[in-house]
């Protein structure tokens, strides 16, 4: 059967909930651990120990994740055409969605590549990290049953 035969029996469903899995979980994940990382709040608050039981914690890792959702649609949108159109090979993936990430970070000013001076690679490492881990472990069926 022809490769590209093959690549178009996925179904568009099993695409859009592979996609939601590593969507979903990506920006809750990696809101969680770069808040962790850097001890860092809604209120800058510093890490004793405790912070997981503030609430200010909890009401950054929500926007934090929230805004990495919406910042994130492209990349995903992009992403799927990928899937659909071009391969399935999931190291082939991970590594486009690196870039991904860095072309998101870059392009919404998150990165400050623009200002070198204010770089703090964390961001964009924890997410690609964290998207290539995922892509890597999450199965993609052919046909999403539910």
Same mark, same amino acid.
């Given at each position: 059967?022809?490769?590209?035969?093959?690549?178009?029996?996925?179904?568009?469903?099993?695409?859009?909930?592979?996609?939601?899995?590593?969507? *979903?979980?990506?920006?809750?994940?990696? %809101?969680?651990?770069?808040?962790? /990382? $850097?001890?860092?709040?809604? $209120? &800058?608050? /510093?890490?004793? +120990?405790?912070?997981?039981?503030?609430?200010?914690?909890?009401? %950054?890792?929500?926007? *934090?994740?929230?805004?990495?959702?919406?910042?994130?649609?492209? %990349?995903?949108?992009?992403?799927?055409?990928?899937?659909?159109?071009?391969?399935? $090979?999931?190291? =082939?993936?991970? !590594? =486009?969605? /690196? !870039?991904?990430? /860095? &072309?998101? !970070?870059?392009?919404? &000013?998150?990165?400050?590549?623009? $200002?070198?001076?204010?770089?703090?690679?964390?961001?964009?490492?924890?997410? %690609? &990290? =964290?998207?290539?881990?995922?892509?890597?472990?999450?199965?993609?069926?052919?046909?999403?049953? +539910?």
């Amino acid at each position: 059967m022809d490769k590209n035969l093959k690549l178009n029996l996925i179904s568009g469903n099993a695409i859009f909930f592979f996609l939601l899995k590593i969507w *979903i979980l990506t920006n809750s994940i990696s %809101a969680f651990l770069f808040l962790m /990382v $850097n001890d860092y709040g809604i $209120n &800058g608050i /510093v890490n004793n +120990g405790t912070i997981l039981f503030k609430e200010e914690f909890w009401q %950054a890792v929500l926007f *934090i994740a929230c805004m990495g959702l919406v910042y994130s649609i492209p %990349a995903m949108l992009i992403l799927g055409l990928l899937i659909k159109l071009w391969t399935r $090979n999931k190291v =082939i993936l991970a !590594f =486009i969605s /690196v !870039f991904l990430v /860095v &072309g998101t !970070f870059y392009c919404t &000013g998150s990165m400050a590549l623009k $200002n070198p001076e204010m770089y703090i690679p964390s961001p964009p490492i924890i997410y %690609a &990290g =964290i998207i290539s881990i995922l892509i890597l472990i999450i199965k993609l069926d052919r046909k999403h049953t +539910g």
